[in-house]
């Protein structure tokens, strides 16, 4: 039966984003443990976000720290369009995750490695590039061309 070998292993498809640790910092953020309340407007967006990686560290949340290629901090502004080439990683401060985005045509593709550079995007079915699409992708409003934070970030608003 070769039709559920195909998808047993799962690979990144962005590659390691070598010298990440010197990129710009333009947001910290969190993965909210498991057991956070979130208020009953929280949208669908928010609520996902936060049940796909409560499983971090053990459900007790982590710094999110996110990081943008030096020469794409103005595209990142607008949520590009991309050039070509890894743009943007979330790092995990407690579990070592980094989770990369890259822009090839104009397209996001992903990826996720731990800091000694190997592929985990098998490792768990949140890590798998396949699932950050799922997300990434379809909250048009909030992720353009594969980004969701804010593009006014307040970063730019103290450095103008
Ligand atoms: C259920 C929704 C969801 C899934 C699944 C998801 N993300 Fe994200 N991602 C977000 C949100 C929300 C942010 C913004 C976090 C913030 O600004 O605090 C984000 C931010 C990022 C960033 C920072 C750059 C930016 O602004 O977009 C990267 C890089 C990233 N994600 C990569 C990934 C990768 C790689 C995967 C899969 C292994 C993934 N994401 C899966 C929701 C998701």
Not at 35 to 63: A, K, M, R
Not at 86 to 94: D, G, H, L, P, Y
Not at 98 to 106: K, M, Q
Request: glycine share 6%; aromatic share 10%; proline share 6%.
């Amino acid at each position: 039966m070769t039709l559920f070998v195909t998808n047993a292993l799962a690979a990144s498809l962005a590659s390691y984003p070598e010298g990440w640790e010197t990129w710009p910092v333009v947001k910290e953020s969190v993965n909210l443990p498991a057991d956070v309340v979130l208020p009953e407007d929280t949208s669908l967006f928010i609520q996902e976000s936060v049940s796909s990686y409560s499983w971090i560290n053990n459900g007790q949340g982590s710094p999110l720290t996110i990081r943008v290629h030096p020469e794409k901090l103005e595209q990142y502004k607008t949520h590009g369009p991309y050039t070509d080439g890894i743009t943007a990683v979330a790092v995990s401060e407690v579990e070592g995750i980094i989770w990369v985005t890259e822009h090839i045509a104009g397209e996001a593709i992903y990826g996720s490695y731990n800091r000694q550079g190997q592929d985990i995007s098998s490792s768990h079915p949140a890590l798998e590039p396949q699932f950050c699409s799922s997300c990434h992708t379809r909250y048009k409003d909030i992720c353009k061309n594969g980004t969701c934070t804010e593009p006014v970030l307040k970063v730019y608003g103290d450095t103008n």
